[in-house]
């Protein structure tokens, strides 16, 4: 799995659009770049993925740079229960495998 | 979504006693599962990988007779700690490759947790 690159941590106010980048230089054409949340003291969440194109679902944006070496996760409206540690994970389309979970960024929302 | 359970949600045992964690794939069906083992504040570490009828394949340096892992049907998949030490003391959490159109094959359902407090 290519490595990935996300600051630390973010901080964001309530209602603000919350946008959590994520360095990917070394990926590969057939990788994929994933997005999870973990909730403190729960199972990781799965948010979203794309290949190239621009990717949305009721979660999230998902925002790829044309030359696919980085991207941007965007919660439009953020709330506090979107308080979590994000974590990027670019790896091939195989759920076959495990997932390697880096740092990711622990994003606090703000009242 | 696809839905993945474990129980006990938090189990607090004694050091050298066993503990057995379950994780369940609910509405779906997993040949594989996948086990991961979380320190505070540290991100999930992959223990091992859990294989419906053949053996659990392990990480490197986890113990696999300390850490038996038992994957007897498609729906479910067992961790035991055996021995526990306090070292062990974690958040332990499965995951299990989904299933279906729209994608779901390429994600990764994850249960809620299991900690565990060894004294």
């Known amino acids: 799995d290519a490595k990935t690159t996300q600051p630390t941590s973010m901080d964001c106010a309530e209602g603000r659009a919350a946008n959590l980048p994520c360095n990917h230089s070394t990926i590969s054409g057939n990788e994929y770049v994933y997005w999870y949340r973990q909730i403190h003291s729960q199972g990781p969440q799965y948010i979203i993925h794309g290949l190239k194109n621009n990717e949305t679902n009721e979660m999230a944006s998902l925002i790829i740079t044309e030359d696919r070496k980085s991207s941007t996760l965007i919660l439009p409206h953020a709330t506090l229960r979107d308080t979590a540690v994000y974590y990027c994970i670019v790896r091939v389309s195989n759920s076959g495998y495990a997932l390697n979970f880096g740092k990711g960024t622990s994003l606090l929302v703000t009242p | 979504g696809a839905v993945v359970s474990q129980h006990p949600s938090r189990v607090i045992c004694k050091s050298g006693t066993s503990v057995k964690i379950e994780c369940r794939s609910l509405d779906f069906q997993a040949t594989t599962m996948f086990w991961y083992r979380q320190f505070p504040k540290q991100s999930l570490m992959l223990m091992a990988t859990s294989n419906e009828g053949s053996k659990a394949t392990y990480e490197q340096g986890v113990e696999k007779d300390k850490f038996l892992i038992n994957h007897a049907s498609l729906t479910l998949s067992t961790l035991t700690v055996t021995s526990a030490h306090p070292e062990d003391s974690s958040f332990y959490i499965c995951?299990?490759?989904?299933?279906?159109?729209?994608?779901?094959?390429?994600?990764?359902?994850f249960g809620p947790g299991t900690r565990l407090l060894v004294l």
């Open positions: 995951s299990a490759p989904g299933a279906g159109g729209n994608g779901a094959q390429e994600t990764q359902y």
